[in-house]
């Protein structure tokens, strides 16, 4: 399937339990899902197009809310180490609905991100927090990593 999202080049082989692909950030392959498909693409348009910085992110975060544990697909730490972006992704064929901003804005009641992406690998919507206002707003774009700082 043809992603709204650069081209890049990702390590796909066929093993004994089927497809796999390589994660950059987890340094393995994973089964090739299509939620994993727009997560490789997206994780590598952000590092070669946004200018993020690959030792400052990581794939499948473990958080705890309310007592359950949850993974957050993609978190962006600032200089300080600090989350500073959520990723959440979705299947190309999963419309983002509000119960897929419910989700990530769940998780961030625990991470206080400053910026959420979400991403279904053919729309993408960005929005940054001001927690002193208790406000949000939608970006026309996604930021280099150097805006968001």
Known sequence: MRLNLPDCDLNVKKTSQGLVIFDILRKKFVALTPEEFVRQHF????ISHKQFPLERMANEMSLVQNGIKRRCDTLVADRQGNPLVIVEYKAPTIEITQNV????????????????????GLTHYCCAIDYDND??????DIPDYQQLL
Do not use: E, G
């Open 43 to 46: 994780v590598h348009f952000l």
């Open 101 to 120: 901003f419910d989700q990530i804005v769940r998780y961030n009641m625990v991470l206080r991100a400053r910026y959420l992406i979400v991403s279904n």
């Open 135 to 140: 406000t949000y707003k939608f970006l026309p």
